[in-house]
């Protein structure tokens, strides 16, 4: 069995920063790419950033660009996303993803290719 979760949520002002983190146990971590999306009431779940089994190359939605950073230590079963400079449009609850299936060295932006997700963290930035 499958197990994603998050940490690291909070309330913070504008312009500071946080890190979130996830542990994912049940499947060999390491195989797989992972990655983090958000979700603010009433609109779609939305891509955040994605790493690939081997952190050899990660993608980033446009607005998160320059501010977020994902990383990975397969040695401990976890993914974080540092988050700098945020904003009130980074409200939001954070979930985290893992893979359906392997994806030999690349990333995917598409909720459909995450099978397993964690419950969520929430983010509130205030301005």
């Known amino acids: 069995q499958v197990q994603v979760v998050e940490s690291g949520g909070g309330l913070v002002q504008a312009g500071a920063s946080l890190r979130l983190s996830c542990t994912a146990s049940g499947r060999v971590f390491s195989m797989y790419a992972m990655g983090w999306f958000r979700q603010v009431p009433g609109k779609e779940r939305e891509f955040v950033a994605a790493i690939t089994w081997s952190s050899a190359s990660t993608d980033y939605a446009d607005s998160v660009k320059g501010r977020f950073t994902i990383s990975r230590d397969n040695a401990k079963n976890t993914v974080s996303l540092q988050m700098n400079s945020l904003q009130p449009e980074d409200t939001a609850v954070y979930y985290c993803?893992?893979?359906?299936?392997?994806?030999?060295?690349?990333?995917?932006?598409?909720?459909?290719?995450?099978?397993?997700w964690g419950q969520g963290t929430q983010v509130t930035v205030s301005s």
């Open positions: 993803a893992q893979a359906r299936r392997v994806y030999a060295g690349i990333t995917t932006r598409h909720v459909g290719d995450y099978a397993y």
